[in-house]
């Protein structure tokens, strides 16, 4: 596979682009609620930036970006930001609909084969999508596919692939240099299967273990998880030195779920009551550790913050 050309670091740039993130900076003290006019609605001011390193864009890779979105119609524009399963959409049909990623979630399968089969099969899936993504035809700005796959303790999909302990397992160890290569050796073998893109690590500090998915949290310190935060991106991704492209063996980490999983009251995908204060003090930090680790993309929580859906306001 060629995972690190330049149309790939472009599209990495392109997706990155298209949202930005604003989070707290880890060991900052949290400042005091304002009295809101309505319940679930942010305040910026309040929650300090974090910056992706230096390096983690490059000037030639934004210039070629502006030009390929110069020749890009609205539709695919817009595409670039549609992600299809594999479950429900097939090589041919990026003909018709300009998509700018793939992903095989839950138990979708490769093409032609079970949802738990061998690398080849995830390769040539990969492969049969981009083949079509860059085809010269009219009309069409070729911009290959990236393809995601849930990669949370190794990549669980693949037959054969290495199975490490979960992220409560690794949060006991506090061995942050372990950690670190687990997610290389993590990274390595999502690679060869074609992949590159890592739906992980999650981050959600969770202080309430009736949450059905307590064992994706390393810790409830928001400390320890801010360090693992950063310790599984720089072994998902590399280090900065190594950028703007990603070097071979390694992929584009998804640091998640934006925000407050973990703290909805033992509910999957429920509502997080918690203060704005509380919120920046407790969940925060692990994303501004993440965004300066140079966490190439970030994925929206399908919770609620004080009744508003984090995937469809801003409040999150």
């Not at 609620?33 to 983690?56: I, K």
């Not at 549609?82 to 479950?87: A, E, F, L, M």
């Not at 490490?164 to 670190?180: M, S």
């Not at 929206?300 to 999150?316: D, E, L, M, V």
Request: with cysteine.
């Amino acid at each position: 596979m060629r995972l690190n050309t330049e149309k790939t670091a472009a599209r990495l740039a392109m997706l990155l682009a298209s949202a930005s993130l604003t989070v707290a900076a880890p060991g900052r003290a949290a400042p005091a609620d304002p009295v809101p006019a309505t319940t679930g609605v942010a305040h910026p001011a309040l929650w300090p930036a974090a910056h992706s390193p230096r390096g983690f864009t490059d000037a030639k890779t934004e210039a070629f970006v502006t030009r390929l979105m110069a020749r890009m119609t609205v539709e695919e524009k817009v595409g670039q930001l549609v992600q299809g399963d594999t479950g429900s959409v097939k090589p041919e049909d990026l003909r018709r609909y300009p998509l700018g990623s793939i992903l095989s979630g839950g138990d979708s399968p490769p093409l032609g084969s079970p949802d738990r089969a061998r690398a080849p099969a995830w390769a040539a899936t990969a492969d049969a999508f981009r083949a079509v993504a860059v085809e010269a035809r009219p009309g069409h700005v070729p911009i290959p596919t990236m393809y995601g796959v849930d990669v949370i303790h190794g990549n669980s999909n693949v037959v054969g692939a290495t199975l490490f302990p979960h992220n409560i397992a690794l949060g006991a160890t506090r061995d942050l240099p372990l950690v670190e290569k687990i997610a290389a050796a993590t990274a390595q073998e999502t690679a060869a299967a074609g992949i590159d893109w890592a739906f992980g690590p999650t981050i959600a500090t969770v202080r309430d273990v009736r949450w059905g998915r307590s064992y994706e949290s390393y810790s409830e310190d928001p400390a320890l998880t801010a360090g693992f935060a950063t310790a599984m991106i720089e072994g998902l991704q590399g280090t900065p030195r190594q950028w703007p492209a990603l070097a071979h063996g390694h992929v584009a980490a998804s640091a998640k779920h934006f925000l407050g999983d973990g703290g909805t009251g033992g509910k999957d995908q429920g509502n997080n009551l918690s203060s704005e204060a509380d919120l920046i003090r407790i969940a925060a930090p692990a994303y501004a550790a993440a965004v300066d680790a140079g966490a190439m993309t970030v994925m929206a929580s399908y919770s609620s913050w004080q009744g508003s859906r984090c995937t469809a306001t801003t409040a999150c």
